[in-house]
């Protein structure tokens, strides 16, 4: 029960893989936009809980460099419940006293969007807990961006701190634990570098169908785990 489980062993910094949101839709004869529609539900029950738990960071893969592959209806839906999500909650965000911070190039997304991220960016700058939206993100992409910054800033040769600083999670923990939905078995480009040594936690559980009770049992797994670090 989650009531057990040690302080010491809650993660610092969990990252979600939001997986299912079509399957769900597509189940009950719903468009896939339905499905992104009861992923906002189920993200805002998540995010509460898991700041509930006391978890100091935290990151969903919101949209990735693939997932402009998408219809354009699907892209322009989902675009539009993030807009509407940072409009409607930004005073939920100062409640729970969460920064959100956008990591991924936003060239591409609208202009409306772009000032609406910043807006809340800024609004939200002074709050301790840190909500991480990875949008228009990829893994490989980041490191690649990372190492071109650092060779112009100069440097011939690099180390693993030099691209820690350079990558978007700067100063922030790894994720001790990835949590992917729908049963899918795979990082999918998220977060190459940082989940070199997390703790994987996979669930059958839809992504619109989490609760607060799925996260506790994701963080009791976690807690459950001996973490070795590549020692004995
Ligand atoms: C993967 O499910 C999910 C996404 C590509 C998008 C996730 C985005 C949200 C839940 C909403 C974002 C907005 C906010 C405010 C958090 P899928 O569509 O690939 O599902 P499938 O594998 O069943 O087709």
Redesign the pocket.
């Known amino acids: 029960m989650s009531e057990n489980v040690n302080q010491q062993s809650l993660p610092s910094h969990i990252a979600y893989i ?7 839709a ?1 189940s009950r004869g719903l468009p ?1 936009a339905a ?2 529609r009861a ?2 539900s ?2 805002k029950r998540v995010l509460s809980r898991t700041v509930e738990r006391g978890v100091g960071v935290i990151t ?5 460099t693939e ?1 402009w592959k ?1 219809p354009r209806h ?1 892209v322009m839906a ?1 675009m539009g ?2 807009y ?3 409009e409607r909650e930004k005073e939920e965000l100062m409640k729970m006293r969460v920064r959100f911070h956008v990591m991924g190039d936003l060239a591409p997304l609208s202009r409306r969007l772009k000032r609406k991220i910043l807006e809340v960016e800024n609004y939200t700058s002074g709050n301790p807990y840190l909500l991480n ?1 990875a949008l228009n993100y990829g893994g490989r992409d980041e490191i690649v961006a990372a190492v071109n910054r650092l060779i112009s800033e100069g440097k011939t040769e690099v180390t693993k701190e030099d691209i820690d600083s350079a990558l978007y999670t700067a100063g922030c923990p790894d994720p001790d634990l990835v949590v992917r939905t ?1 049963g ?1 078995l795979r990082l999918s480009n998220f977060l190459t570098w940082q989940t070199a040594y997390s703790e994987l936690y996979f669930t059958n559980t ?3 169908d989490m609760t607060a009770a799925d996260v506790d049992l994701a963080i009791d797994a976690y807690s459950k785990r001996k973490r070795r670090f590549g020692g004995a």
């Open positions: 939001m997986d299912g949101n079509g399957r769900w597509i896939r499905g992104h992923g906002v189920a993200f969903f893969y919101v949209f990735s997932n998408r699907e989902l419940l993030l509407e999500y940072l939206f729908s899918e839809l992504w619109p």
